[in-house]
Structure formats: C-alpha cells, structure tokens
C-alpha cells in the first residue's frame, strides 16, 4: 500500500492543489450563491457604464453636427439676403436718373493767414487814405465858404447868406454835398471807429513816453472837430491819461545842473547862481539849440526872479514849448510866483486870469514875491 507522505517518495514531485483547495473558506454566513450573485452584478454593472459612455459620444456628436449645420444654414440665409439686397440697390440706381453735377466751390482768398493778413493792410492803407481825403474835402469845403462868405461881406458890409442849391449841379433844392461821402457799412464804421479809436491811444502813448506836445495837441484837435463828436468821449479819456502822467512823473534828473561853462563859453559864468534873469529867460526860450532838461532848470531857477517879464515869459513856455515837462514846471513856477493854483495845463483859464491882472489898476495888484 502505497504511502501518502513525501518522504517516502522522494522522486515524485507533489500534485498542484485544486481549485476547492485555493478558494478562500466559506465561512458561517457566505454561501456560493451569494458568491456567484456579487459576480454577475458586477458584470452588470460595468455593461451598464460602458453602455452609458458610448450614449454620450453619440450625444457629444450628434450635437456638433446640430451646430454645424446650423451656422451653415446662417451663413447660407446671410449671402442669399446680402445678394438680394444688392440686387434691389443695383436695380433702384440703375432707374434713377442721373444727378446733376455739384459746381466746385470757389477757393476763399482767405485761405492762408498770409493772404488774411495782406488783405486786411490793404484795408487799413485804404481806410487811412479814405479818412484823410475826406477830411481834407471837409477842410477845403468849409475854407471854401467861409472865404467866399468873407470877400462877399467885405464887398456888401453884410454877411454872405449861400442859398440852398447853390453848390447843386443846376437843380434848386436838392443837395448834392451828401453824395461827395461815399456810403460804408455800419460794420465798416465800427471798423474806421475802432482805427480811430486806436490811433488816439497812439498818440497818448507818444506823448507819454516822449513828453512831447505834438502828440496831446492832436488829440486837443479831436475834441474841438465838430465831425468827431463820436470820439470826443475817447479823445477826452486820453486827454487826461497823459495830463495825469505828465504832472506826476518826473522825467528829469533830480542833480541835473546847467553846463554853464559849454552853454556860455565865452563867459566867465562857472555856476547857475552866477546867470542873470536875461539869461534864463533865453534859456527857457531857446527850443533849437537846448536840451529839453536844461529849460526845465531853467524854469526853475526862474521861480526867486525879480523882473516883471518873468510871469510872461513862463507863460509863452506854456504855450510853445514842445516837451511837456517844460510847460509843467514853468506852470509850477508860475503858481508859486502868483500863489495862485490852476488846473494842469488849462492854459485858457491861465490865460484868463493873468489878462484881468492887466486890466486891474496897478494899486489892486498882488506882488508877485
């Protein structure tokens, strides 16, 4: 009997064990059906997985060719309408009659600001030509008359009356003055007043910064032309800018003293106390040969003079010096002679004045000292 240990049979080698050998026990509760049922759910289970997966790529398909049908058929009804709708515009401009061509608008001269401005010079050259000849016509017109009405008067002894229709082409009672001023626009008045309006701040501003009285005399002019009254407000606000700026600025050097020696050189005279009033008084007069600073020291070394012509002599300086600062301080002098006080520069009440001094009998006079 053949024996079941391996030992004893040292050169056969032991059988593999059987498949109820390698299964794990079954143990109190586990039954192989319960076994054999846990395999086929999982069997069932995966099945259902993969049926699930190959649903949603068909789905994942199916909805891309949705989209891209859909944007073909877009793209389709987008070149259909844009084609139609060419079609129509084609069809409407092909029964339209044509439209008549649009002329070229004219190039403006003012295109360029060089343009601009040569224009507007030559508009000011023509402006300034037309204000001088028209007052050169009024001026010769009203010379004209009053020349005519002087010899008249003085033939008769009575004054000339001109009747109407005399300076008429031949029709009596129709006035042909007013066609010798050309007609503006009220734009070009505003223009001419502006130019004119500027020109008088032109010659205040001369006459402030040179001390001139060429400049304030043409201003004075303004305000006494009877053709100018819409510039007699702006001739009469320069006017006092420059009395104001003259009376109060001191244009001369404090410590000027005359060159007595350059002035007098044939003279033995080394200072200013050493000149007489004659001497003075041909320093004030003298406009052509003497600088303008020393007729003011002139003037006012002139202020402790005893000689009765002094008083006259300041006030022709008034009068007919050219600078302004002269004509100051020889007003100043004047009223600290006379201890009287007068508006700046009014030379008419000066004037006034002084000649009912002369009229007064010499007991009523005031010393001048």
Request: one cysteine or more; hydrophobic letters at 40%; glycine letters at 4%.
């Amino acid at each position: 009997m053949a024996s079941s240990n391996p030992k004893e049979n040292p050169g056969k080698a032991p059988a593999a064990p059987s498949k109820a050998a390698q299964q794990p026990p079954i143990g109190p509760e586990q039954t192989h059906d319960d076994i054999a049922a846990g395999k086929s759910a999982g069997r069932d289970l995966v099945g259902a997985s993969l049926g699930n997966l190959r649903r949603a790529n068909v789905a994942s398909q199916l909805f891309g060719i949705s989209i891209l049908v859909t944007l073909g058929t877009a793209a389709a009804l987008i070149y259909w309408t844009g084609a139609a709708i060419d079609k129509a515009v084609a069809q409407a401009l092909a029964q339209r009659p044509p439209a008549a061509p649009v002329p070229a608008a004219p190039v403006s001269s003012l295109s360029s600001s060089a343009d601009f401005q040569q224009q507007m010079a030559a508009l000011q050259t023509q402006l300034d030509t037309w204000r001088r000849e028209q007052l050169l016509a009024h001026k010769e017109l009203r010379e004209s008359i009053e020349r005519v009405s002087t010899t008249a008067a003085a033939s008769a002894g009575q004054p000339l009356l001109i009747p109407a229709g005399t300076l008429d082409a031949g029709t009596p009672g129709s006035s042909r003055i007013a066609e010798m001023v050309p007609q503006i626009t009220p734009t070009q008045k505003e223009f001419i007043q502006l130019k004119e309006r500027n020109r008088l701040t032109a010659y205040a501003d001369e006459a402030i910064a040179t001390g001139l009285r060429k400049p304030l005399e043409t201003i004075v002019e303004y305000l006494r032309d009877s053709g100018s009254e819409h510039l007699h407000d702006a001739a009469q606000a320069e006017y006092l800018r420059v009395i104001r700026t003259i009376w109060f600025l001191q244009r001369e050097n404090p410590s000027y003293r005359l060159p007595v020696g350059e002035i007098f050189k044939n003279s033995a005279i080394t200072s200013e106390a050493d000149l007489t009033t004659e001497q003075l008084h041909s320093l004030l007069a003298d406009h052509a040969k003497q600088p303008w600073e020393a007729r003011v020291r002139a003037a006012i070394l002139l202020k402790n003079s005893t000689d009765p012509q002094t008083d006259a002599r300041l006030i022709a300086a008034m009068h007919a010096d050219p600078s302004l600062d002269v004509a100051k301080h020889a007003q100043i002098c004047f009223e600290q002679r006379t201890q009287r006080r007068f508006r700046s520069f009014d030379l008419p009440a000066i004037d006034a004045w002084w000649e009912q001094q002369h009229q007064k009998p010499a007991t009523e006079k005031k010393p001048a000292d």
